[in-house]
């Protein structure tokens, strides 16, 4: 089955770096997007991030300047390098993949903490 695995969370400062990793596996099927969102306690999942496989990508507006979303096909694995880090960027990153299977509905991952603290 298609499985997603994140990467890279963890303890930075403010105004440190980051880079989150996510691979896709188990497709029978090209990827369309994949894509990075964040849901902090007690608030709704926020899409903060979306590469396409032209290579085209979409920002929420609380990141742009600071976070980098890129991809590899080849390797089927999409990054997320999150600079100037705020407290409020805490929150459990999940990545997700859209295929080109003819379904409405995302594959995702379980998540990975990062936390934004001096």
């Known amino acids: 089955q298609v499985q997603l695995v994140e990467s890279g969370g963890g303890l930075v400062q403010p105004g440190g770096s980051l880079r989150l990793s996510c691979a896709v596996s188990?497709?029978?099927?090209?990827?369309?997007?994949m894509g990075w969102s964040r849901q902090a306690p007690g608030k709704q999942r926020e899409l903060v991030a979306i590469?396409?496989?032209?290579?085209?990508?979409n920002y929420a507006d609380s990141v742009k300047g600071r976070f980098t979303i890129s991809g590899d096909n080849a390797k089927n694995t999409v990054y997320l390098q999150m600079n100037s880090l705020k407290p409020e960027d805490t929150a459990v990153y999940y990545c997700?993949?859209?295929?080109?299977?003819?379904?409405?509905?995302?594959?995702w991952g379980q998540g990975t903490q990062v936390t934004v603290s001096s």
């Open positions: 188990g497709s029978h099927f090209s990827i369309y997007a």
């Open positions: 590469f396409y496989s032209d290579g085209s990508t």
């Open positions: 997700s993949a859209d295929l080109w299977d003819g379904l409405d509905s995302d594959y």
